[in-house]
T-cell receptor, first 113, second 114 residues
């Protein structure tokens, strides 16, 4: 069974204070690791998909990295508008799970001005 | 291009009542999904449809049924609602293009069962 654990559960930063969110996973045959941003009262918004260890992707102040056991979402010089819940999910490779994602519980990020 | 749309946005039911949550996507995606999101539990897959004409159970299918009406529409039905089904329900569709996979979510339906 695929499992995803995100840490910390909540993170409070000052504007400009860089940090990282962690996503640890166990999966049989990783087909993809996904990062989403979710604002209160809205659906998750796709950020990145990573496919293999060593891969990195960037978008504005966010950079996602992947190893064989975990992924990090680095936030550089965050702004208050980066405040949201960040979700991590994995797509395993076994049989009928080709189209399914397993989600972590998320990290609630608050950036204070 | 509206993406993934869901109706209704909010619903209150009494225990035992039935209802259908509607979902549509205009991106010509083959795969569609229904999730529920509860505090402290994260997103959990209820049912999915890998392509038109097929549906499969996810992690928490009990108490729900689905219909893939056509390529655009995927509905979720609660036959006899229970308080444990109080949740936020999200529909999603999946795109895989040039080796890049993305899943797009709708805005959600907030359901309360009394």
């Amino acid at each position: 069974e695929d499992q995803v654990t995100q840490s910390p559960e909540a993170l409070r930063l000052q504007e400009g204070e860089s940090s990282s969110l962690n996503c640890s996973y166990t999966v049989s045959g990783l087909r993809g690791l996904f990062w989403y941003r979710q604002d209160p009262g809205k659906g998750p918004e796709f950020l990145f998909t990573l496919y293999s260890a060593g891969e990195e992707k960037e978008k504005e102040r966010l950079k996602a990295t992947l190893t064989k056991k975990e992924s990090f979402l680095h936030i550089t010089a965050p702004k208050p508008e980066d405040s949201a819940t960040y979700l991590c999910a994995v797509q395993g490779g076994g049989g009928g799970s080709n189209y399914k994602l397993t989600f972590g519980k998320g990290t609630l990020l608050t950036v204070n001005p | 291009n509206a993406g993934v749309t869901q109706t209704p946005k909010f619903q209150v039911l009494k225990t035992g009542q039935s209802m259908t949550l509607q979902c549509a996507q205009d991106m010509n995606h083959n795969s569609m999904y229904w999730y529920r999101q509860d505090p402290g539990m994260g997103l959990r897959l209820i049912y999915y449809s890998a392509s038109e004409g097929t549906t499969d159970k996810g992690e928490v299918p009990n108490g729900y049924n689905v219909s893939r009406l056509n390529k655009r529409e995927f509905s979720l039905r609660l036959e006899s609602a229970a308080p444990s089904q109080t949740s936020v329900y999200f529909c999603a569709s999946w795109r895989s293009l040039a080796g890049v996979s993305e899943q797009f979510f709708g805005p959600g339906t907030r359901l309360t069962v009394l």
